[in-house]
């Protein structure tokens, strides 16, 4: 008994400050949230992500698995209701800080009055803010993919950033360090890009679902059309005849693919023509979080729009 009861007691020693410091448990909804969160969380947390590689927030169900991580973590990012519907109603069964990041419409508004009335009321106000200094530019759109805008992921940086610091004070130094490294690495490379993308503004290109808005108008690029609004619904026959003709007029010179969706409609938009396919990964699946993550797929994001535009 004694070799068995020592040992408990050598691992106990060894592991207790750890559980001690109890680290925040953050989860994030889809993986570019998850990349800027690790950014800013970096040396104080690793965020996890529900939405595996290769699925797509606008047609996803949960797992037993997703529901457990839900329920246990601390600290919860998600866009909203507008794209990821799936999580809108298991979001009811945590204890967690949720914070939504982007104002829901009308209809559900005030789906986090519920438990955490103070933090919520607090981040929503502050993103409301946000939402109304940039609504000139943005032109009352509602493309929920607010993370393809480099300004916009600046905000929720700074939104993770605080609801972090709420959650755990002790960080505070570190979670603003990051962010203001964060926040100089990204303006240095956005304005990079906004270099690099500005010859390519008059040429023209397809995209696969309407995700790209904030990318598209932040960085003046020419989008002519979109093969489906909304990706979970099966584009029509007729809008793919149009498609197909703007190919053959080259009024495009390259149509993007997205990794999550199967390229078969693809292929009869572009078949026997020399237009130029690419693969876009709105979601940066592909990225490791950790620092300079989002930065990685930015610049990704914005070479793939460069290498295919070109020439
Ligand atoms: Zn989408």
């Known amino acids: 008994m004694r070799p068995q009861s020592f040992l408990l007691s050598l691992v106990f020693t060894v592991f207790l400050p750890v559980a001690a410091a109890s680290e925040l448990k953050v989860l994030t909804s889809i993986a570019p949230i998850q990349l800027i969160a690790s950014e800013i969380l970096a040396d104080v947390t690793k965020p996890d992500v529900l939405l595996p590689a290769g699925a797509s927030p606008h047609q996803y169900s949960l797992r037993p698995s997703d529901v457990r991580k839900v329920k246990q973590a601390d600290l919860i990012f998600w866009v909203g209701p507008g794209l990821e519907r799936f999580l809108e109603k298991t979001l009811r069964l945590t204890d967690a800080r949720v914070v ?23 981040l929503l106000a502050s993103s409301q803010q946000h939402k109304e200094q940039h609504e000139d530019h943005h032109h009352g759109d509602s493309d929920p993919h607010i993370w393809l805008d480099p300004l916009h992921a600046l905000e929720i940086a700074e939104v993770i950033r605080d609801a972090a610091v709420n959650a755990a004070p002790e960080q505070q130094q570190i979670l603003d360090k990051n ?18 993308l500005a010859p390519l503004s008059q040429r023209g290109f397809v995209v696969f679902h309407d995700a790209y808005s904030g990318f598209v108008e932040h960085y003046n690029l020419l989008q002519l059309d979109a093969v489906t609004v909304d990706p979970s619904r099966k584009a029509g026959a007729k809008h793919i005849i149009e498609l197909r003709e703007a190919v053959i007029q080259s009024k495009a010179v ?44 930015l610049a990704d994001f914005a070479e793939a729009f460069k290498a295919c535009l070109q020439s």
């Open 100 to 122: 939504q990041l982007l104002e829901s419409d009308s209809e559900h508004a005030h789906v986090h009055e519920s438990q955490h009335q103070d933090a919520s009321d607090n």
């Open 179 to 196: 962010y203001a490294e964060f926040a100089e690495a990204l303006l240095q490379q956005d304005k990079r890009i906004m270099t690099e």
């Open 254 to 297: 390259c149509v993007f693919s997205e990794p999550q969706f199967n390229a078969a409609v693809l292929k009869t938009i572009t078949s026997g023509t020399s237009i130029r396919t690419a693969e876009l990964d709105p979601l940066g699946q592909k990225i490791e979080p950790g620092k300079g993550a989002y930065l990685a797929f």
